[in-house]
């Protein structure tokens, strides 16, 4: 659920008024200091406190960003590597897509940690998108098929904001909408950081290796500059 689907159900709750006593919404910061407000907790620990003037619950963010990023590193690591994604970019997507909850919902239906809508998700195996397992593997090799097909992440972005189609029309550019946009710059920036960031995640180049396995071509994702074989420079 992006920033701005969070912000319209809390608008939406509070133009309620005093209807709506027992609503609830939860507040949290990204790490740029942008607010998140959402009708469901943002992380599973957080405080409440009552806002007595309108009736309505807040909740404040207690746990550290780091710290719930930290409870998905391995799948993101592991369906990153399987699909031929930056794992930077996967955080920096999930971030985006629900602030790392994986309860969020969109007004539109998309759900989980990357927001897949009920269509993606059964085209894409994923029983049950809200297990965060499944949401992330589903989601990075939804990524890593617009990665492929568009040969550039942020067109790739592009396509996972607006859709493939849309990327397509405009002639295989990021489509005029600003929303879509603001996307990708945000995501973008977002990853370059964490890229940056961190004697773990500090790396200078990212190298894609093409391996078989078991006879399948498999993309893998490696600090390691290859020997040989067949490989592309990420970043």
């Known amino acids: 659920m992006t920033v701005r689907a969070v912000f319209a159900v809390a608008l939406g709750l509070l133009a309620l008024g005093a209807t709506t006593a027992k609503a609830q919404i939860y507040v949290g910061h990204e790490a740029d200091g942008t607010m998140v407000l959402s009708d469901r907790p943002l992380t599973a620990a957080v405080s409440a406190y009552v806002v007595r003037t309108s009736g309505i619950r807040t909740t404040r963010v207690t746990t550290r960003t780091r710290d719930v990023v930290a409870l998905y590193d391995d799948v993101i690591e592991e369906a990153s590597a399987n699909h031929g994604v930056r794992p930077e970019l996967v955080r920096a997507v999930i971030h985006q897509e629900s602030g790392f909850n994986p309860r969020a919902r969109s007004v539109k239906g998309a759900m989980g940690l990357m927001q897949l809508m009920p269509a993606t998700a059964a085209d894409l195996g994923v029983d049950n998108p809200w297990d965060?397992?499944?949401?992330?593997r589903g989601g990075v090799a939804y990524l890593g098929s617009l990665l492929r097909e568009f040969g550039d992440e942020v067109l790739a972005l592009a396509?996972?904001?607006a859709g493939?189609?849309?990327v397509n029309r405009y002639g295989q550019q990021v489509p005029p909408f600003k929303e879509t946009r603001e996307?990708?710059?945000r995501i973008s920036q977002r990853s370059d950081s964490l890229l940056a960031a961190g004697p773990r995640l500090g790396r200078t180049v990212i190298y894609k290796v093409l391996e078989l396995v078991d006879?399948?071509?498999r993309w893998r994702l490696t600090?390691?500059?290859p020997a040989s074989g067949d490989y592309q420079v990420v970043r």
Do not use: E
């Not at 965060?132 to 992330?136: F, G, T, W």
């Open 132 to 136: 965060p397992a499944q949401n992330i």
């Open 183 to 185: 996307y990708v710059r």
């Open 215 to 217: 006879g399948q071509p």
């Open 223 to 225: 600090d390691t500059r």
């Open 164 to 166: 493939p189609g849309a």
């Open 159 to 161: 396509a996972y904001n």
